[in-house]
């Protein structure tokens, strides 16, 4: 009943742009932060940004700020996540989240909902 489905990965060169989306159905996302993260092979889950559920207040990791953008469009239940200027550390499967409140935004266990993920992988 409640569901989110990322959008938008695939193969792109060092220094290219891709963009991610996150539709929500089954609730609405004007009441719901949205937390972005990836997760590489062997490595933990990361948190990369969130975003508050009005878009006031957002939040990125800093190996990726000043190069990713996370935005929503609450009449579409949909969330976005522009990602410029690529590096091959960036190659993950990148997985989109909501909780109602979130305290730790990068900490995966503060989310309540989870998408299935999409894969991004940078590489020339």
């Known amino acids: 009943q409640l569901h989110l489905v990322e959008s938008g990965g695939g193969l792109v060169q060092p220094g290219g742009s891709l963009r991610l989306s996150c539709a929500v159905s089954?609730?609405?996302?004007?009441?719901?932060?949205i937390g972005w993260f990836r997760q590489a092979p062997g490595k933990e889950r990361e948190g990369v940004s969130c975003?508050?559920?009005?878009?006031?207040?957002?939040h990125y990791a800093d190996s990726v700020k000043g190069r990713f953008t996370i935005s929503r469009n609450n009449g579409k239940n949909t969330v976005y996540l522009q990602m410029n200027s690529l590096v091959p550390e960036d190659t993950a499967v990148y997985y989109c989240?909501?909780?109602?409140?979130?305290?730790?935004?990068?900490?995966?266990?503060?989310?309540?909902?989870w998408g299935q993920g999409t894969q991004v992988t940078v590489s020339s």
């Open positions: 989240a909501a909780v109602p409140y979130v305290f730790s935004w990068d900490v995966a266990s503060e989310y309540d909902y």
């Open positions: 089954g609730f609405s996302l004007d009441y719901y932060a």
């Open positions: 975003i508050s559920s009005n878009g006031g207040t957002t």
